[in-house]
């Protein structure tokens, strides 16, 4: 679990996260990218990612890293970062000022490691336990290329822990995907035959989750 805490760049006090952040807001990514990657991926159309990359690499000045892991340590605890676009909301009458411009993804499950393992120590939710959001302003009404993401300001950033009630729904979402599997990986015995099942999970059970 303490496994980022091996890279320095990876480990803060909360203080210092919340001091770092709090100087972004405001600024266009390109203004705060002190990584350069803007001018590391020109020319491209498009960079996956580019903005939690900034948050990482530039704002929080921590070292590349794609490991499964959690990002960071703040004050002990493993935490992910995720950074989202928001745009202003689509409804007029939206009691809100922004809203997320498109659904998040936080983790992906995967099946070999699902089916031995439990809730409260998956991969699942170690990534849900903790996380750190930071929102920018996808200020365009259409899919920009990578050129234009420069002039997305920061927006602001929440320490986000579920409530006891949501962790009930999501353990009940994933015991639900898990013993799917589990049956299939009990009355399958091939690979070949195993993958062949594998696409019922969604018409099957998205009614129940």
């Known amino acids: 679990d303490m496994a980022s805490a091996t890279d320095p760049s990876r480990v803060f006090t909360r203080q210092k996260v919340e001091e770092l952040l709090q100087a972004s807001i405001g600024k266009t990514l390109f203004e705060v990218d ?31 890293d794609s490991k499964q892991e959690p990002d960071i340590l703040v004050d002990g605890v493993s935490t992910e970062i995720k950074t989202t676009g928001m745009i202003k909301p689509k409804k007029a009458d939206s009691q809100y000022l922004y809203e997320c411009k498109e659904p998040v993804s936080i983790t992906a499950v995967s099946i070999p490691v699902i089916v031995n393992e439990e809730f409260e120590t998956s991969n699942f939710w170690h990534k849900l336990a903790h996380m750190l959001w930071v929102y920018y302003w996808y200020n365009s009404p259409v899919t920009v290329t990578l050129s234009e993401y420069k002039d997305f300001p920061i927006l602001g950033f929440q320490f986000y822990e579920f409530s006891a009630e949501d962790k009930l729904l999501l353990r009940q979402d994933w015991l639900l995907v898990r013993d799917f599997l589990i049956v299939i990986h009990r009355d399958y015995r091939t690979q070949e035959e195993r993958e062949a099942q594998y696409p019922r999970l969604s018409h099957e059970l998205r009614s129940q989750l």
């Open 34 to 64: 002190k990584a350069k990657l803007f001018l590391h991926h020109e020319g491209r159309d498009k960079m996956k990612g580019i903005a939690g990359d900034i948050v990482e690499m530039s704002i929080l000045g921590c070292n590349k």
